[in-house]
């Protein structure tokens, strides 16, 4: 997608809402949480630098609730009609065939001839003051997009029409949309702000379908601006000013695109085509952007088939909330439980993850499992984490559990080789006690747990430790 300071990430929602509610505006109200993130969304991390100057840090692969796209057809049958794409082959049939810059771009006096002729809404005196049609933004953003997808042909430093058909393809149109994006490296919006910002701008709205208004989203780019950018509170206090309308105008271009549209609430949200493309562009970037129709299959699952599905790494992450959205939260912690329950550590991580998602309203079924032998210390953790009443845990019941998501890896296609980055434990030092006390663990897996991390651990003090533990554990069987 276009650069960010966030790349790949989205405004926290959970603060969006405070910053609405601050505002009098109700613009999240019942509004789904960040993908991935629980209600109140993920804290910020810092993503790609460009002109920002953040800090760069792995991009985060996220997971975006499912979406319903229109129909393809119909799709495609509005791209022609969207302003970037009508002026875009009106400036190709305009050009024809003529003679280009050293720079494969029109002559000034022929782009200021095309501003004219095609009546672009850019001011005179930007027309008169450029000293080359790249000086020009948005006719040099039609000219890219009318070269790119093909609109006009550039051999040499000639330029001759290409086709002109009536129709559109959906390729057509994530060309155009990849064209538009690109342009935010070098200055797309007219706001380095926003362009820095405009991936999770995006990705937001790609979230909250009803739309986000406007004095929300500044408040949204102000926060990760804020954040990921480390920007000082000179440079917050000038952007407080000047952000709301760069904004407006980048939002007045984004629509131009065929990227927005304004809803009768004033709010700003993505078209059927913006939805589309910027779907297009998360799937690139390898994050989870599932369509409703593609999530749905999960919603009749059974528990069991929901685990096995998602263990063997076939289930798509939004599935669980497609999954738990069908049942009642107790109906959904009775199921989980039974499998965590009776199945192996593997399977019993997999439903732990997902009763992780659950809250309060689930208590009654996790109260019940705190009589079961093998999930009653996964039921206390889980109600002392929503600060409900529960049995204590002792170190030995750590223990246990740390045994229990060891092996755990041990039923993941490919789970041992993962040691190194597998970090349920808080340190080495931790991870070598446990692998001293593991022998006198009253797991079923310990012993297979230790000889996997003889075999696989990376540090090799503790695939050392975990053989003599492992040799320990083994004379303690026998004798």
């Known amino acids: 997608m276009a650069k960010s300071a966030n790349k790949g990430n989205v405004f926290d929602l959970g603060e969006l809402r405070r910053a609405a509610g601050d505002l009098g505006l109700d613009d999240l109200t019942g509004m789904p949480g960040v993908p991935g993130a629980g209600a109140e969304g993920p804290d910020h991390a810092g993503g790609d630098a460009v002109a920002c100057g953040c800090p760069d840090c792995d991009a985060e692969v996220l997971s975006f609730p499912p979406v319903a796209l229109a129909d393809s057809a119909e799709l495609a049958a509005a791209v022609p009609g969207v302003p970037l794409v009508a002026d875009a082959r009106r400036l190709a049939a305009w050009t024809g065939t003529r003679e280009l810059t050293a720079e494969r771009l029109l002559p000034l006096a022929e782009a200021r001839a095309a501003v004219a002729d095609l009546g672009l809404p850019i001011p005179g005196d930007a027309v008169a003051a450029a000293g080359s049609a790249r000086d020009l933004p948005l006719l040099h953003l039609l000219w890219v997009v009318a070269v790119n997808t093909g609109l006009v042909r550039i051999t040499g430093m000639l330029a001759e029409p290409g086709p002109l058909a009536d129709t559109a393809t959906m390729d057509f149109w994530d060309g155009v949309v990849m064209d538009v994006l690109d342009r935010a490296d070098e200055g797309l919006t007219g706001s380095a702000v926003v362009d820095d910002h405009l991936a999770e701008m995006l990705a937001t709205m790609y979230s909250v379908s009803a739309g986000i208004a406007e004095p929300t989203l500044v408040k949204g780019i102000l926060q990760s601006h804020e954040v990921a950018c480390e920007a000082r509170p000179d440079d917050m206090r000038r952007l407080a000013v000047t952000l709301p309308g760069e904004l407006s105008r980048a939002l007045a271009l984004l629509a131009y695109c ?196 003889a075999a696989h651990h990376p540090d090799g003090e503790i695939a050392k430790a975990a053989r003599k533990s492992a040799m320990r554990a083994r004379s303690q069987a026998i004798g």
């Open 258 to 453: 065929g990227l927005l549209e304004e809803t009768a609430g004033a709010r700003h949200r993505l078209t059927p085509l913006g939805l589309w493309a910027v779907r297009q562009d998360l799937l690139r970037e390898g994050h989870d952007a599932p369509t409703v129709e593609e999530v749905a299959v999960f919603a009749d699952l059974g528990a069991a088939e929901l685990v096995d599905t998602l263990l063997a790494g076939d289930g798509a992450p939004s599935a669980v909330s497609v999954w738990l959205e069908r049942r009642t939260p107790e109906a959904a912690a009775r199921e989980l439980i039974e499998v965590a329950a009776s199945g192996t550590p593997g399977r019993r991580a997999t439903a732990v993850t997902v009763l992780e998602e659950l809250g309060p309203e689930a208590e009654a079924p996790f109260r019940a499992a705190l009589g079961h032998p093998v999930v009653w210390r996964y039921a206390a953790s889980w109600l002392h984490v929503r600060d409900l009443p529960a049995p204590a845990l002792s170190p030995e019941d750590g223990d246990w559990i740390a045994v229990d998501t060891l092996a755990s890896l041990l039923y993941v296609e490919g789970g041992p080789e993962e040691m190194a980055g597998f970090d349920v434990l808080a340190s080495q030092e931790e991870l070598a006690r446990l692998v001293e006390e593991m022998p006198g663990v009253d797991h079923p897996d310990a012993l297979p747990a230790l000889d996997m991390l």
